[in-house]
């Protein structure tokens, strides 16, 4: 996260103490145990529509609103529709920031967060290609652009936050617990996707089974919505952010005073977020295209999978405490560039061999992602730690995990399985190459 580093002498603001290990919660403050509930209801809310989207651009997407072309390029259509969030994401980021200093904090998360889940539930409403033609794909890609600008304006600070107010030899654990948010989401998103093709004929899932998934994004936006404000609306809390410093500050005085960091902190986690998709999203479009397994037991696989990634990602923050952030993410990197090469001999093996690609992607991505986000923060002073961290996981987000299923189905169905281990070796490649830059830059370990 941002720059932990120098907050850690004396008392922190909201009742923890630095160096001592343990929390105290006086009335009237915000103790560390609602910061975390709030910043994982938050990620677990926004991970769920996108992973609801994910795996409908496999499973749903190509037969319903791309029927006029072959599956495999209904599903690269999809998969572009898909890429549209990440792209809208930045931008969501700066038209929000607007709104944050107008209206405040709170008035931002509310309009970002019933923007998302209202343009979540929309898609669940329209009509396939079969009823308005070309008009369904244009309103599919509008409502997916709306998903990724409400994404870009809901963040609230409250993952730098919780990192800013970690103890002493704890900080590498805390800034793992926002990143729980991802497979949590995908297990609640995968699993319903489950129930529902277990439970429902071919016939009726294709003509309204799928939408029900993105009818509970609108409920779970609410609930997120309120556990966020309650924290967010209140006199302490928006003190405790004051003192820390987590306001925006203006773009060009960031862009010019910590550009390169910015940019390195946009490549420092290729590695994770290009595993990211390559586990979730990739493997069941090869499966379904280029296989005869089940999606319902394809799905079950992911769900263990992502079982297997929390405790990794909790493992993660254990080890970044011992060894540092960035001598973790290195050795994650250097596990998964070994692991992408054995992705030809997983993926166009046997069933068993698919599954492995899988279940061991999960546990590599637990130990990445956990520490992947703000790689490169603490080079961040503490009037850009906000703004900072929020354009370098945009930007993290767009090169890393945008375009990653595209590529990677492009690469497999042209040239083969194998150009997809070299995709994914350039992300490890990438990240080890801006850990390596950074540590030239600046000395300082977070």
């Known amino acids: 996260m941002s720059a932990i580093h120098n907050d850690t002498a004396g008392s922190a603001p909201g009742g923890l103490e630095h160096g001592t290990g343990t929390a105290r919660h006086e009335p009237g403050k915000v103790s560390p145990g609602e910061i975390a509930i709030g910043v994982i209801i938050g990620r677990v809310s926004e991970f769920f529509d996108f992973f609801v989207f994910g795996i409908a651009s496999v499973i749903v997407f190509p037969a319903v609103f791309f029927p006029f072309v072959s ?11 898909f890429s549209f969030a990440f792209i809208a994401r930045p931008i969501g980021s700066l038209l929000f920031r607007i709104i944050h200093q107008r209206y405040g904090r709170g008035t931002k998360l509310t309009i970002a967060l019933f923007m998302l889940g209202t343009a979540t539930a929309g898609i669940a409403f329209l009509p396939g290609y079969a009823d308005i033609g070309e008009t369904a794909i244009i309103l599919l890609s509008l409502l997916r652009i709306g998903q990724g600008l409400a994404v870009g304006g809901s963040w609230d ?23 729980l948010g991802a497979p949590i989401g995908f297990v609640i998103a995968a699993g319903l996707f489950v129930f529902l093709i277990s439970n429902l004929v071919p016939e009726d899932f294709n003509s309204w089974g799928w939408r029900y998934p993105f009818y509970v994004a609108f409920a779970i936006n609410v609930v997120a919505l309120f556990a966020r404000l309650r924290l967010v609306a209140t006199p302490e809390f928006a003190q405790l952010l004051k003192t820390r410093e987590l306001e ?3 773009l060009r005085e960031l862009v010019r005073e910590h550009g390169t960091n910015v940019v ?19 493997p069941l479009s ?26 990794c990602m909790v493992m993660s923050g254990a080890i970044a405490d011992r060894y540092g952030r960035r001598k973790a993410l290195g ?17 166009s093996g046997s069933t068993t061999g698919g599954y492995l690609f899988i279940l061991l992607g999960f546990a590599l991505l637990g130990f990445s992602h956990g520490q992947s986000a703000g790689a490169v923060n603490s080079s961040f002073g503490s009037r850009y730690r906000y703004s900072g961290a929020v354009f370098t996981s945009d930007l993290s987000w767009l090169t890393g995990a945008a375009f990653a299923p595209l590529v990677a189905l492009e690469l497999a169905s042209h040239f ?7 995709y994914l070796l350039s992300g490890a490649l990438a990240t080890l190459l801006a850990l390596r830059i950074n540590q030239t830059m600046d000395a300082r370990d977070d």
């Open 416 to 422: 083969g399985v194998g150009y997809v281990g070299l």
């Open 264 to 282: 390195l902190g946009s490549i420092a986690p290729l590695a994770s977020y290009a595993l990211f998709h390559l586990v979730t999203i990739f």
């Open 248 to 250: 925006p500050a203006p």
């Open 157 to 179: 600070g409250l993952p730098s936050l919780l990192a800013l107010n970690a103890p002493q030899g704890r900080r590498g654990w805390y800034a793992m617990i926002p990143q």
């Open 331 to 347: 050795i994650f990197a250097i596990l998964i560039a070994i692991y992408s090469g054995w992705t030809p001999v997983l993926l």
């Open 71 to 81: 599956p495999l390029t209904g599903t690269l259509y999809s998969f572009t529709v």
């Open 286 to 311: 090869w499966i379904i295209l280029f296989t005869q397994q089940s999606v319902g037991d394809v799905l079950l696989v992911q769900i263990i999978g992502a079982a297997i990634a929390v405790p």
